[in-house]
Antibody
């Protein structure tokens, strides 16, 4: 069965750092583009970052550019999000999501698989 | 960046009746070379991650009941739920994936009247 399991969330002070992980199982990780999507408490979905299959292409939401860094370890079937200089506005559940791949396995695909998310709270 | 705007923000519909949610993009998300609209619809129930219902504006994902229908092209799209069931109570989001920097609508909360 296919799974995405996020971890690494928690309470961090403003200006602090955190590293989120997403462990993948049940499918060939190297086939897929992957992304992080967040959801602030009681709010809507906001895309954060995407990474290509080999890690060579990365895209970021403007408000996290230069602070957040997406990466992947294909040998370990894992996706990561390094978050620096955290702000209160970064408080959210962070979801790991897989881009659909049906021939064209580009970034231009919807999300067909989601993890259950990990909560990041930025507060003093 | 492409801005997605949904309406209404919330909607109350009686069981068995029709629910209609609109989604507009700030620019066309129709790609002429393959004649596809790069739009998806998601359903999110409380405490759960989103679940994709519709891709390419009108293609129902496997396992999704046929009471869910997506339509529209270019910049204007609609999700229609015919014969509303109690389990359809959720927040619904549209998403454009025409741009490498994807974006979502703000969500529409669907409740039972």
């Amino acid at each position: 069965e296919v799974h995405l399991v996020e971890s690494g969330g928690g309470l961090v002070q403003p200006g602090g750092s955190l590293r989120l992980s997403c462990a993948v199982s049940g499918f060939t990780f190297t086939t897929y583009y992957m992304s992080w999507v967040r959801q602030a408490p009681g709010k809507g979905l906001e895309w954060v970052a995407s990474i290509s299959q080999d890690g060579s292409d990365k895209y970021y939401l403007d408000s996290v550019k230069g602070r957040f860094f997406v990466s992947r370890d294909n040998a370990e079937d894992s996706l990561f999000l390094r978050m620096n200089s955290l702000r209160a506005g970064d408080t959210a559940v962070y979801y790991c999501a897989r881009h659909f791949c049906g021939g064209d396995c580009s970034v231009f695909n919807f999300f067909d698989l989601w993890g259950r998310g990990t909560l990041v709270t930025v507060s003093s | 960046d492409i801005v997605m705007t949904q309406s209404p923000e919330s909607l109350a519909v009686s069981l068995g009746e029709r629910a209609t949610i609109s989604c507009k993009s700030s620019q066309s998300i129709f790609y002429m070379s393959n004649s596809k609209n790069y739009l998806a619809w998601y359903q999110q129930k409380p405490g759960q991650p989103p679940k994709v219902l519709i891709s390419w504006a009108s293609t129902r994902v496997s396992g999704v009941p046929d009471r869910f229908t997506g339509s529209g092209s270019g910049t204007d799209f609609t999700l229609t739920i015919t014969s509303l069931q109690a389990e359809d109570v959720a927040v619904y989001y549209c998403q454009q994936y025409f741009n490498s920097r994807t974006s979502f609508g703000q969500g529409t909360k669907l409740e039972i009247k």
